[in-house]
């Protein structure tokens, strides 16, 4: 079992304010992008289960241009628009 050391800080009233302000800005983007109703990115591996797919597929469908890869901020994880599964397979969003 690892010991755990806790060290406790003190910031200013105003200085916690604007960390929780930007953690709330944070979780509402967050909130948005992971939605289950209206989710607007998918992983490479949720791309892979709804079109059936494996790895190698989705990878030559992104190389020939069938799929745009985004990435998101900083990472290197690559994501999937929503709207273009649903051009692929033919669907319109319903409104």
Same mark, same amino acid.
């Given at each position: 079992?690892?010991?755990?050391?806790?060290?406790?800080? +003190?910031?200013?009233?105003?200085?916690?304010?604007? *960390? /929780? !302000?930007? #953690?709330?800005?944070?979780?509402?983007?967050?909130? @948005?992008?992971?939605?289950?109703? +209206?989710?607007?990115?998918?992983?490479?591996?949720? *791309? /892979? !289960?709804? #079109?059936?797919?494996?790895?190698?597929?989705?990878? @030559?469908?992104?190389?020939?241009?069938?799929?745009?890869?985004?990435?998101?901020?900083?990472?290197?994880?690559?994501?999937?628009?929503?709207?273009?599964?649903?051009?692929?397979?033919?669907?319109?969003?319903?409104?």
């Amino acid at each position: 079992m690892s010991e755990v050391q806790i060290k406790t800080i +003190s910031v200013s009233k105003q200085e916690w304010e604007k *960390v /929780m !302000n930007t #953690l709330d800005v944070l979780h509402e983007k967050v909130s @948005r992008l992971v939605s289950i109703d +209206s989710k607007e990115f998918l992983t490479k591996k949720e *791309v /892979m !289960n709804i #079109l059936k797919i494996g790895r190698t597929t989705l990878d @030559r469908y992104i190389e020939e241009g069938l799929l745009q890869e985004v990435k998101l901020g900083k990472g290197t994880r690559g994501y999937i628009k929503q709207s273009e599964i649903d051009d692929i397979m033919g669907k319109t969003k319903k409104c």
